[in-house]
């Protein structure tokens, strides 16, 4: 029964990843709770504030940034959680009488999640894994990836956010701390982060699984992983021993949606902030989505509003209002599918096909005139120099034993915990994941104090 799966992949869901635990018996808070204030207190956290969402430095006030955008995309995922947890629990009553969990926990779980969805992602958005990708791929890096295997290769040709974030929010350096763990969330929130609960190799995109997109795990992590889908019975979906797949946990798909959500509705309104996509045709866009929703009461109200800009933030908030409606009622609908992994899609995918037309134009909008805007492509275009450049020095200095002039003083800006690789791997790892977690601003700075554009100072 489905009952009895939630219970299985429930059971387990509020312990945490490491024993050790600094709760007290009168903190209030639930563990999902914890998790979420752990997340928003860690400084990778922090450094989103300077990280791309779309628009690199901006210069606006208005534009997001992966901060803004990230707790943003937690809101929505709170929304979409509790509403979920509240029908699923009156479903199934025996789950809360077993487990005394609460529809709030659903919430925290996937609010948490979507707080950290972008953790892992480098300077300068996508541009940035794709520049730490390519520079694994050049001649130059090729003597430093010697000794190492296949699929380790590939998690450095192939860097993926998502992996880098569940690296950071899972795993202490030796010289970090001597506490494991990472950020030691629970199981559940660890579970729910994770959409794409895969390693590097095999690839298998031709499935045209949402879980199997892209991959989550590198090869460091595994173990870590597999004790997570162990605690939670998450279904493997592997082809063979050497293969490791698992299907989703759940609330990663409402993860999915409201990122998913935010990414077309939010980034369409940046556009417009920055003037980019013009008014006509923002308000064309979300009244459309109002009027296929059947939402007949934003007009009394739109009509009291003069100022554009506020016109446009009220039909972005009753946009967004109903593509939760609709994500979390998809949601229900798949629900046994989804338990038993023969649902394997995002949910906005199986929107209502007019809903979803009008959705399609804004993301072709927003790529012809935001994503591939001059202003944007040449930062990132500089981004693609700074990265590679950034990862070839430090590499460089770390691997190579013979020294050099200059050698000691890149090591010295190496920050201690990142000296801690157990092995070649590790290192590489280590310096990509440095590089990673870089602020665009302070990519920018690094790059041209090392090159004598720009000295630094105090």
Same mark, same amino acid.
């Given at each position: 029964?489905? #009952?009895? #799966?939630?219970?299985?992949?429930l ?7 490491e ?12 563990e +999902? ?11 990778? +956290?922090r450094r989103?504030?300077? @990280?791309?969402?779309?628009l690199p ?17 937690s ?15 009156q479903?199934?009553?025996s789950?809360?009488k077993?487990l ?6 659903f919430?925290?779980?996937v ?13 300068f958005?996508?541009?940035?894994? #794709?520049?730490?990708g390519s520079y694994?791929?050049k ?8 000794k190492?295997?296949?699929k380790q290769?590939?998690?450095?040709i192939?860097?993926?956010g998502?992996?880098?974030g569940?690296?950071?929010i899972?795993?202490t ?22 959409k794409y609960?895969?390693?590097v190799l095999?690839?298998?995109k031709?499935?045209? #699984? ?14 870590t ?12 979906q ?5 293969? +490791? ?7 990663s798909?409402l ?17 417009y902030n920055?003037k980019?996509?013009s ?7 979300f ?9 007949s009461?934003?007009?009394?109200r739109?009509?009291n509003?003069?100022? @554009? ?8 908030s009753?946009v967004?209002?109903?593509l ?17 992994g023969?649902?394997? @899609? ?5 929107l209502e096909p007019?809903?979803k037309?009008?959705?399609?134009q804004?993301? @072709? ?13 040449k ?5 693609l120099k700074?990265?590679p450049?950034l990862?070839?020095?430090f ?6 034993k ?5 050698k000691k003083?890149?090591?010295g800006?190496?920050p ?5 690789g157990?092995?070649?791997y590790e290192n590489?790892?280590?310096?990509a994941?440095?590089i ?5 601003? +302070? ?5 041209k104090?090392?090159?004598g554009?720009?000295?630094a100072?105090?």
């Amino acid at each position: 029964m489905t #009952k009895n #799966k939630w219970i299985d992949l429930l059971k387990n869901s509020n312990i945490r990843l490491e024993a050790s635990s600094t709760s007290s018996t009168t903190d209030i808070r639930s563990e +999902f709770q914890r998790d979420f204030d752990r997340i928003v207190f860690s400084s990778a +956290f922090r450094r989103l504030q300077n @990280k791309t969402q779309v628009l690199p430095l901006p210069k606006s006030d208005y534009v997001r940034n992966r901060l803004t955008h990230s707790i943003e995309t937690s809101s929505v995922g709170r929304s979409l959680g509790s509403m979920v947890g509240e029908i699923i629990l009156q479903k199934y009553p025996s789950i809360n009488k077993q487990l005394e969990i609460r529809a709030s926990d659903f919430g925290y779980m996937v609010s948490s999640a979507c707080l950290a969805h972008d953790i892992g992602n480098p300077p300068f958005g996508h541009s940035g894994e #794709k520049a730490i990708g390519s520079y694994f791929k050049k001649k130059r890096a090729q003597t430093f990836l010697k000794k190492l295997n296949e699929k380790q290769i590939a998690d450095l040709i192939n860097f993926e956010g998502n992996s880098a974030g569940f690296r950071i929010i899972s795993q202490t350096l030796d010289l970090q701390s001597k506490r494991p763990g990472g950020l030691n969330l629970t199981y559940g929130t660890y579970a729910t982060f994770t959409k794409y609960p895969k390693e590097v190799l095999p690839d298998r995109k031709n499935e045209n #699984k949402a879980s199997l997109k892209k991959y989550g795990l590198f090869q460091a992590e595994i173990d870590t992983f597999k004790k997570i889908a162990d605690k939670l019975n998450l279904k493997s979906q592997s082809n063979s021993k050497d293969d +490791f797949a698992w299907h989703r946990f759940p609330l990663s798909f409402l993860v999915e949606a409201a990122d998913d959500i935010c990414y077309h509705i939010i980034d369409f309104e940046d556009g417009y902030n920055v003037k980019l996509i013009s008014f006509e045709e923002i308000f064309e866009s979300f009244t459309k989505i109002l009027i296929l929703c059947k939402n007949s009461t934003y007009e009394e109200r739109l009509n009291n509003i003069i100022d @554009k800009r506020s016109q446009i933030t009220y039909l972005r908030s009753l946009v967004i209002n109903e593509l939760i409606d609709k994500t979390s009622e998809l949601f229900i609908k798949h629900e046994e599918d989804i338990i038993n992994g023969s649902f394997d @899609k995002p949910l906005i995918e199986c929107l209502e096909p007019e809903l979803k037309i009008v959705l399609d134009q804004i993301m @072709k909008t927003s790529i012809e005139k935001i994503y591939q805007s001059k202003p944007i492509l040449k930062i990132e275009t500089a981004g693609l120099k700074v990265i590679p450049f950034l990862l070839h020095t430090f590499v460089k200095a770390r691997l190579t034993k013979k020294d050099y002039e200059g050698k000691k003083q890149i090591l010295g800006l190496l920050p201690v915990q990142y000296h801690s690789g157990n092995n070649k791997y590790e290192n590489i790892l280590n310096i990509a994941m440095f590089i990673s977690s870089m602020t665009d601003r +302070f990519a920018v700075e690094l790059y041209k104090n090392l090159n004598g554009i720009e000295l630094a100072g105090y």
